[in-house]
Structures are given as C-alpha cells and as structure tokens.
T-cell receptor, first 114, second 112 residues
Framework: SAVISQKPSRDICQRGTSLTIQCQVD?????MFWYRQQPGQSLTLIAT?????????ESGFVIDKFPISRPNLTFSTLTVSNMSPEDSSIYLC???????????FGEGSRLTVL | QKEVEQNSGPLSVPEGAIASLNCTYS??????FFWYRQYSGKSPELIMS????GDKEDGRFTAQLNKASQYVSLLIRDSQPSDSATYLC????????????FGTGTRLKVLA
C-alpha cells in the first residue's frame, strides 16, 4: 500500500478565507481522489484529481469552491475557498493501488471554520 | 445516482461472537468491493477487498459477495472490543469516471 501524507492535519480558519491541503504519495499513482467527511457522516467524493488536466468534480462540487491541482503522479492539492462554517469537515486524500484497485487514505485534514 | 447502502446500527455483539455486517449496492456493473474500518477521529483503513462471487477469508474476517443479489457482507469471528468501530462498505462505480462509492457505514460495538 502507498504511504500518503496530508498536511495540515488540522486547522482552524476564519470565515471567508481559503485553505490549501497538500497530499504527497510515496509512489506514482494514476488515480487520486479527494473526499469530504462531515461530522457523523460517511465519505462524499469531491473530485477525481487528474494528472495534467482539470479535475473531474462530482455533483454539488465546483472548481471555484474546491480548486484542485495535480502537477505530477505523486502530489495533489485541494483548496477550500471562501470558507463558511458549513465547510467544517475532514478532507481526505486517497489513492488507488495499481493492479488491485484498492483505495488507500491519508490521515485526513480536519478543518474547522469559525 | 448509484448507491451503496448499509444499516447504520449500532450493531452490538458480545465479545467472542460473530459480527455480521451487510451492504447492498445498486450499480450492477460494479466489479470491486471493499470493507473499511474507521475508528473515531481516524481515517478509513482497508480490511478486505473482494472481486468475485463467493467467500474470501483473511484471519478473523470473511467477506462474501453475491453479484446476482448485489449484496456484500463482512463476518468478523471472535469479535474483540478493539473491533468496535464504524465499518464502511465501498463499491466501484461504472457510471461516468471510475470512482469509489461509500455506504453510510455500520457502527459496531463489541461488548466485553
């Protein structure tokens, strides 16, 4: 399984500001995904981060609010823009293993918006 | 919208018993299925993957897949208090881009 490092692990932010979450993988991976997990809820897919092209967003998520970069096969960032308290959540980076397709998660970034 | 459904629980079992967790999925084209364990405040941890009909055993865990019934289950034998967690079922989706759809999770409590 891949080793996935996410930072920051947690942050407290003010309404209206933006925060960028970084995800670093110890090996090259094709498929990388960003999920959100709101308190007491399951995982909701925000977008698939595509290397060298624009991310593919799920219904309810837009690029202006959640811009994603994927400059290479080991790194991605997710920005949460113009934050509101409703954005308070855990944001998870995940990668799919080559061959098995098993999905592995980073430790998550817990974001609190005041 | 393709879905994965689980009973939210909590499912309470005594220590040493078998815990049975169930999951149904709506995308008949799904090919890969996964069970994750998530402790409170932690990220999901993969415990089992299953790709073909039948049973797959790994230690105390057995995953069962029935594609005709669109049903996946996870059995935990000799349940321990440390197994108390939320168990998430996931399936790959064939609609649009390749992605993983998660159920809402079942909270398991193993009583000492």
């Amino acid at each position: 399984s891949a080793v996935i490092s996410q930072k920051p692990s947690r942050d407290i932010c003010q309404r209206g500001t933006s925060l960028t979450i970084q995800c670093q993988v110890d090996s090259q991976v094709t498929m990388m995904f960003w999920y959100r997990q709101q308190p007491g809820q399951s995982l909701t897919l925000i977008a698939t981060a595509n290397q060298g092209s624009e991310a593919t967003y799920e219904s309810g998520f837009v690029i202006d609010k959640f811009p994603i970069s994927r400059p290479n096969l080991t790194f991605s960032t997710l920005t949460v823009s113009n934050m509101s308290p409703e954005d308070s959540s855990i944001y998870l980076c995940s990668v799919a293993g080559t061959g098995t397709g098993e999905l592995f998660f980073g430790e998550g970034s817990r974001l609190t918006v005041l | 919208q393709k879905e994965v459904e689980q009973n939210s629980g909590p499912l309470s079992v005594p220590e040493g018993a078998i815990a049975s967790l169930n999951c149904t999925y709506s995308d008949r084209g799904s090919q890969s299925f996964f069970w994750y364990r998530q402790y409170s405040g932690k990220s999901p941890e993969l415990i089992m993957s299953i790709y073909s009909n039948g049973d797959k055993e790994d230690g105390r865990f057995t995953a069962q897949l029935n594609k005709a019934s669109q049903y996946v289950s996870l059995l935990i034998r000799d349940s321990q208090p440390s197994d108390s967690a939320t168990y998430l079922c996931a399936a790959t989706s064939t609609s649009g881009t390749y992605k993983y759809i998660f159920g809402t999770g079942t909270r398991l409590k193993v009583l000492a």
